[in-house]
Protein backbone atom coordinates (compact mmCIF):
# COMPACT_ATOMS: atom_id res chain seq x y z
CA UNK A 1 0.00 0.00 0.00
CA UNK A 2 1.44 3.42 -1.09
CA UNK A 3 1.78 5.81 2.06
CA UNK A 4 -0.62 8.21 2.40
CA UNK A 5 -0.69 11.48 4.59
CA UNK A 6 -4.08 12.85 6.12
CA UNK A 7 -4.85 16.18 7.20
CA UNK A 8 -8.00 17.97 7.29
CA UNK A 9 -8.35 21.12 5.21
CA UNK A 10 -8.68 24.46 7.02
CA UNK A 11 -7.42 26.70 4.26
CA UNK A 12 -8.72 28.14 0.80
CA UNK A 13 -5.74 27.05 -0.69
CA UNK A 14 -6.20 23.62 0.48
CA UNK A 15 -10.07 23.73 -0.52
CA UNK A 16 -8.67 24.48 -4.43
CA UNK A 17 -6.15 21.25 -4.19
CA UNK A 18 -8.62 19.13 -3.51
CA UNK A 19 -11.27 20.43 -6.23
CA UNK A 20 -10.07 17.90 -9.07
CA UNK A 21 -10.34 15.27 -6.67
CA UNK A 22 -14.18 16.09 -4.99
CA UNK A 23 -15.32 16.79 -8.86
CA UNK A 24 -14.91 13.22 -9.65
CA UNK A 25 -17.52 12.65 -6.53
CA UNK A 26 -19.76 16.06 -7.36
CA UNK A 27 -18.95 16.52 -11.44
CA UNK A 28 -22.00 19.60 -11.24
CA UNK A 29 -19.52 21.32 -9.18
CA UNK A 30 -18.72 24.78 -11.71
CA UNK A 31 -15.25 25.09 -10.52
CA UNK A 32 -12.91 24.91 -7.68
CA UNK A 33 -13.29 28.62 -7.03
CA UNK A 34 -16.71 27.57 -6.47
CA UNK A 35 -16.07 24.53 -4.55
CA UNK A 36 -13.77 26.57 -2.36
CA UNK A 37 -16.47 28.56 -1.35
CA UNK A 38 -19.11 26.14 -0.65
CA UNK A 39 -16.88 24.37 1.61
CA UNK A 40 -16.01 27.67 3.43
CA UNK A 41 -19.49 27.95 3.93
CA UNK A 42 -20.17 24.73 5.12
CA UNK A 43 -17.80 24.91 7.06
CA UNK A 44 -19.28 27.43 8.95
CA UNK A 45 -21.93 24.81 9.34
CA UNK A 46 -19.51 21.84 10.97
CA UNK A 47 -18.61 20.25 7.55
CA UNK A 48 -15.10 19.13 8.12
CA UNK A 49 -12.74 17.78 5.00
CA UNK A 50 -10.32 15.36 5.40
CA UNK A 51 -7.81 15.10 2.97
CA UNK A 52 -5.31 12.34 2.02
CA UNK A 53 -2.14 13.27 0.36
CA UNK A 54 0.42 11.62 -1.12
CA UNK A 55 3.27 14.32 -1.88
CA UNK A 56 1.78 17.44 -2.69
CA UNK A 57 -1.29 15.47 -4.27
CA UNK A 58 -4.41 14.86 -2.72
CA UNK A 59 -5.60 11.70 -3.55
CA UNK A 60 -8.80 11.11 -1.64
CA UNK A 61 -11.25 13.02 0.27
CA UNK A 62 -13.58 12.86 3.27
CA UNK A 63 -16.38 15.10 3.90
CA UNK A 64 -18.16 15.02 7.27
CA UNK A 65 -20.19 16.68 10.02
CA UNK A 66 -21.42 15.97 13.51
CA UNK A 67 -24.69 15.84 13.84
CA UNK A 68 -27.81 14.75 16.29
CA UNK A 69 -31.09 13.18 15.67
CA UNK A 70 -33.90 11.16 17.64
CA UNK A 71 -33.05 8.12 15.51
CA UNK A 72 -29.07 7.80 15.73
CA UNK A 73 -28.81 10.07 18.86
CA UNK A 74 -25.05 11.75 18.46
CA UNK A 75 -23.35 10.38 15.02
CA UNK A 76 -20.84 11.44 12.19
CA UNK A 77 -22.58 11.98 9.00
CA UNK A 78 -20.47 11.52 5.78
CA UNK A 79 -21.32 13.60 2.96
CA UNK A 80 -18.28 13.03 0.45
CA UNK A 81 -15.96 10.19 0.40
CA UNK A 82 -14.08 10.01 -3.03
CA UNK A 83 -10.37 8.88 -4.15
CA UNK A 84 -8.66 9.38 -7.40
CA UNK A 85 -9.20 6.40 -9.70
CA UNK A 86 -5.08 6.15 -10.00
CA UNK A 87 -5.59 5.38 -5.88
CA UNK A 88 -8.00 3.16 -5.39
CA UNK A 89 -7.78 -0.50 -4.69
CA UNK A 90 -4.35 0.75 -2.60
CA UNK A 91 -6.20 0.89 0.94
CA UNK A 92 -7.08 4.26 0.64
CA UNK A 93 -10.79 4.18 1.28
CA UNK A 94 -10.61 2.02 3.91
CA UNK A 95 -8.17 4.17 5.38
CA UNK A 96 -10.57 7.48 5.38
CA UNK A 97 -13.45 5.26 6.66
CA UNK A 98 -10.99 4.17 9.49
CA UNK A 99 -10.18 8.07 10.34
CA UNK A 100 -13.54 8.86 9.95
CA UNK A 101 -14.52 6.21 12.59
CA UNK A 102 -11.73 7.02 15.30
CA UNK A 103 -13.25 10.55 14.94
CA UNK A 104 -16.85 9.06 15.38
CA UNK A 105 -15.17 7.45 18.46
CA UNK A 106 -13.18 10.59 19.56
CA UNK A 107 -16.74 12.75 19.43
CA UNK A 108 -18.59 10.47 21.36
CA UNK A 109 -20.96 9.57 18.29
CA UNK A 110 -22.68 6.15 18.36
CA UNK A 111 -22.69 5.88 14.43
CA UNK A 112 -21.08 6.67 11.47
CA UNK A 113 -23.83 7.03 8.72
CA UNK A 114 -23.38 7.87 4.99
CA UNK A 115 -25.73 7.47 1.97
CA UNK A 116 -24.75 6.13 -1.94
CA UNK A 117 -26.67 5.92 -4.60
CA UNK A 118 -29.30 2.79 -5.22
CA UNK A 119 -27.28 2.21 -8.93
CA UNK A 120 -23.61 2.56 -7.07
CA UNK A 121 -23.13 -1.44 -6.18
CA UNK A 122 -19.06 -0.89 -6.37
CA UNK A 123 -19.24 1.73 -3.41
CA UNK A 124 -22.10 -0.76 -1.62
CA UNK A 125 -19.84 -3.67 -2.14
CA UNK A 126 -16.77 -1.36 -0.49
CA UNK A 127 -18.78 0.57 2.32
CA UNK A 128 -20.14 -3.81 3.73
CA UNK A 129 -16.70 -4.35 3.42
CA UNK A 130 -15.85 -1.88 5.93
CA UNK A 131 -18.55 -2.89 7.99
CA UNK A 132 -21.54 -0.23 6.94
CA UNK A 133 -24.61 -1.94 6.93
CA UNK A 134 -27.91 -1.05 5.04
CA UNK A 135 -30.46 0.35 7.09
CA UNK A 136 -32.86 2.14 4.57
CA UNK A 137 -33.72 4.24 1.82
CA UNK A 138 -32.84 7.98 1.26
CA UNK A 139 -35.66 10.34 -0.21
CA UNK A 140 -35.19 13.59 -1.76
CA UNK A 141 -37.49 16.43 -3.15
CA UNK A 142 -35.86 18.55 -5.33
CA UNK A 143 -37.81 22.41 -4.77
Given amino acids: MSTFRLSLIDSVQDYLACFDVMHELRPHLPDAAAFAAQACRQAGQGYRLLAAWRGDQVMGVAGYR ?55 ALAQRFYFHQGLLSKGLHFSLAL
Fill in 66 to 120: IQENLLYGRFLYVDDLVAVATARRQGLGGLLIEALREEAQRQDCSHLVLDTALGN
